[in-house]
C-alpha cells in the first residue's frame, strides 16, 4: 500500500471515529435529558399531589378545628357586638335624657307660657322596614337593625324638641303679647250658668240623638239667651256671622289671637263686633241664642290651637281654686244643646 493510500485511510477512519463520537455525545445528552425531564415530571406530581393532600387537610382540620385566621374572625365579631351592645346602651342613656327635657317641655316651659304640647304630624310614625333591607342578609341583623330603629327614634324626639324650644323661644320673646292673647278668661260670667251646667269637651263623643260617635269640639254654656258673650284673649276678628245656618253654628264669631290661638262663639242671637276688628280680653263681642243646630239657649266655645280643638277648660282653671275647678269637672256631663 502506497504512502498516499494510507494517508487516506488515515483520514477515513478518523473522520469516522469524529461521527462516531459526536453520535456517542448527541446520544448521551438525549439520555441524560430524558432522565432529567423524568425526574423533574416526578417532582412535580410529588409536589402538586402534596399540595392537594395539605389543601384537603386544611380543610378538614378548618372544619372541625379553628385556625388562628377564625380565632381572629371570632374574635373581632365579638368586639362587633360587644361595641353595638355598648352603643344601645348610650342611645338608650340619650333617649332618657331628651325624655327628661320633653317631661319638662311639656310640663313646665309650656304651662309657663299657657301654650299646648307640640305634636307634629307623623313625628312617632317608624320608617318603613325597606328602610333597613340592606342589613336583613348580613350574619348580625337583628342586632344592626334593632341598633338603626333606637338612632331613629331618637331622632325623631331630638326633632321634636328642637322644633318646640325654637317656639318656646319665639314665645318668651313675645311673651307680654302672649300673655294677652292666650284664651285665659271665661267666656260668660259664671253666675249666668244655670245650676252650673256644662256640656263637656269630647273628641269622641257618643250622640244621644245621633246614635254615633260624634265629635265635641267645645264646652257648652246653659245660660239664658241675651247672656253677654266676652273675647277670651286679644285678638282680631274673623268671622262674625250675624245671620244664617253656618254649618250647624248659626250666628258666631271667630277670632284669632295669634301665636296660634283662635277661638269660637256659637249659636249666638246677637253679634256685636265686625270681621277685622280688634278686640280686647274682656270686651262683650255678642249675646247667647238658640240659632244653628240648637235645641236651647247656650253658648258653644272653642279655643283652637294651631288648627286643632282643645279643651278650654283647661284655659281658664287659673280662674278657680282646686275645690271649685274638682266640683266643675264632677258636674261636666255630655251636652244635649246641640244634634250634631
Not at 240623638?209 to 241675651?226: E, M, N, P, S, Y
Not at 283652637?304 to 256631663?333: Q, S, W
Amino acid at each position: 500500500m502506497t504512502q498516499k493510500e494510507e494517508t487516506s485511510a488515515t483520514r477515513r477512519l478518523t473522520h469516522e471515529a469524529q461521527v462516531l463520537t459526536h453520535e456517542a455525545q448527541v446520544l448521551t445528552r438525549e439520555v441524560v435529558s430524558a432522565a432529567f425531564r423524568l425526574r423533574t415530571y416526578r417532582l412535580i406530581r410529588k409536589i402538586l399531589i402534596g399540595f392537594i393532600l395539605v389543601s384537603i387537610a386544611n380543610v378538614l382540620f378548618s372544619y372541625f378545628f379553628y385556625t388562628p385566621k377564625i380565632y381572629r374572625i371570632n374574635r373581632d365579631n365579638r368586639e362587633l357586638i360587644i361595641r353595638y351592645r355598648i352603643l344601645q346602651e348610650r342611645i338608650r342613656t340619650a333617649q332618657r335624657r331628651v325624655d327628661a327635657v320633653r317631661h319638662r317641655d311639656n310640663y313646665v316651659y309650656r304651662p309657663l307660657f299657657s301654650t299646648d304640647t307640640l305634636s307634629l304630624p307623623g313625628i312617632w310614625q317608624p320608617y318603613p322596614a325597606s328602610k333597613y333591607a340592606p342589613l336583613e342578609e348580613d350574619e348580625f341583623a337583628p342586632l344592626m337593625i334593632s341598633t338603626w330603629r333606637q338612632l331613629d327614634a331618637l331622632a325623631r324626639t331630638l326633632y321634636l324638641e328642637s322644633v318646640s324650644m325654637d317656639e318656646l323661644q319665639t314665645l318668651s320673646q313675645d311673651k307680654e303679647q302672649l300673655a294677652a292673647a292666650v284664651p285665659a278668661i271665661w267666656p260668660i260670667d259664671r253666675s249666668a250658668l244655670h245650676n252650673n251646667h256644662i256640656g263637656a269637651f269630647s273628641p269622641r263623643r257618643y250622640h244621644p240623638v245621633l246614635h254615633r260617635v260624634q265629635a265635641h269640639t267645645g264646652i257648652d254654656f246653659g245660660c239664658d239667651r241675651g247672656t253677654p258673650v266676652y273675647a277670651t284673649g286679644d285678638g282680631v276678628v274673623k268671622i262674625a256671622a250675624s245671620s244664617g245656618f253656618n254649618g250647624g253654628y248659626g250666628r258666631q264669631v271667630l277670632i284669632d289671637h295669634g301665636f296660634g290661638y283662635k277661638t269660637r262663639y256659637a249659636h249666638l242671637n246677637e253679634v256685636l263686633v265686625t270681621p277685622g276688628e280688634k278686640v280686647k280680653r274682656g270686651q262683650t263681642i255678642a249675646l247667647t241664642g238658640n240659632t244653628g243646630r240648637s235645641t236651647g239657649p247656650h253658648l258653644h266655645y272653642e279655643v283652637i290651637h294651631k288648627g286643632v280643638p282643645v279643651n278650654p277648660i283647661n284655659y281658664f282653671n287659673r280662674d278657680m281654686t282646686p275645690e271649685e275647678y274638682n266640683d266643675l269637672m264632677e258636674r261636666m256631663r255630655e251636652t244635649n244643646f246641640e244634634v250634631y
